[in-house]
């Protein structure tokens, strides 16, 4: 009786566990069938919406040697500008810098993910980053990308998205950006103009009004309202956009500071440029005497700088002559 019992039993239990087999396979076959495809290409896609920076108002790069701050004086912000640093100093960006960021950041390949709290920022130093990239697009949407810890051992970066909740171990880039200095980002040249953008030049003297041209629906004018000669106003803001720089001065110690701060005091002239990127105005004075400390001064030397006074640009004075034009020779 017990061995019929105990016969019973297991083939009972045998049954209830092929049910349940049957019932987890018939379950798994369903769940299965309404569970989308994993694209493994997908997970591991390039995180940067490099779609939304083809067109830039602003672009700011921080890395080991400072803030470097960039703004597009093209009227539909086109990524070839022309591209105006406005911070630290005022000097025209090399031409193919931004579009050679872009193509970079296009092509970032992803090998892993971290969440993105306290202790993987501080782990993969995201909260001391190597680089920060921040870009401001034409519908003024902000973007920051920070790049923290570059392994050399696996050859590899860590890099934060705002607007992300993950850390992406990634291929470094393929600009070592996080070295960039001033000399690698800008051109001798200080101006960066576009003529669609530009909505007015002014240029005061000691005396007062030098010239003053602004736009005035398909023509430019004077300060009276008289007509000037387009052909001869892009020529003037071309010869403008050809003065150089032949050495920048920043980081200056309080002596030399103050040295040139009294020297700006005096401005031979003041210009004030009105475009589409709003107001800039810049003031240039003859340096009389040499720096204390430094032997950089040559003869007939002009140091250019903004309101801010942060740096100043030496140029040489035979480059600032085209400066005494007069409105009425533009006619």
Not at 7 to 31: K, N, P, Y
Not at 233 to 254: G, H, P, T
Not at 308 to 320: M, P, T, Y
């Amino acid at each position: 009786m017990k061995a019929q019992r105990r016969h019973t039993l297991s083939t009972f239990l045998v049954v209830f566990f092929f049910f349940i087999l049957l019932f987890l396979g018939l379950f798994a076959e369903v769940f299965e069938s309404q569970t989308p495809e994993v694209d493994i290409a997908q997970i591991y896609a390039n995180p940067v919406p490099v779609s939304e920076l083809q067109q830039l108002k602003s672009f700011k790069l921080t890395n080991k040697h400072g803030n470097f701050v960039f703004e597009n004086t093209h009227p539909q912000q086109n990524l070839s500008g022309p591209w105006q640093m406005i911070e630290p100093q005022v000097l025209k960006l090399k031409s193919d810098v931004i579009s050679k960021i872009i193509d970079a950041l296009n092509v970032i390949r992803v090998r892993n993910f971290h969440r993105l709290e306290p202790i993987n920022i501080t782990s993969f130093s995201l909260d001391n980053p190597t680089l920060t990239l921040f870009f401001t697009n034409q519908k003024n949407k902000n973007f920051e990308i920070k790049i923290g810890l570059i392994n050399p051992i696996d050859n590899s970066a860590y890099l934060s998205l705002s607007g992300q909740d993950q850390i992406y171990q990634i291929d470094p880039i393929e600009m070592a950006l996080e070295s960039y200095d001033l000399a690698q980002l800008v051109e001798s040249k200080v101006f960066a103009f576009n003529m669609a953008s530009l909505n007015s030049l002014e240029v005061q003297g000691k005396n007062g009004f030098l010239m003053k041209m602004t736009k005035k629906e398909d023509h430019w004018q004077d300060q009276d309202g008289a007509k000037l000669a387009t052909a001869k106003v892009e020529k003037f803001i071309e010869r403008l956009e050809e003065v150089k720089s032949y050495s920048i001065l920043d980081q200056l110690n309080a002596d030399q500071q103050s040295f040139m701060e009294n020297t700006m005091t005096s401005p031979i002239y003041r210009l004030k440029v009105i475009s589409t990127q709003g107001v800039r105005n810049f003031n240039i004075s003859e340096v009389k005497g040499q720096l204390p400390g430094m032997n950089v001064i040559k003869s007939g030397t002009y140091a250019l700088s903004n309101d801010e006074k942060q740096s100043f640009i030496l140029i040489d004075g035979a480059q600032l002559k085209m400066l005494q034009t007069k409105s009425s020779e533009l006619k």
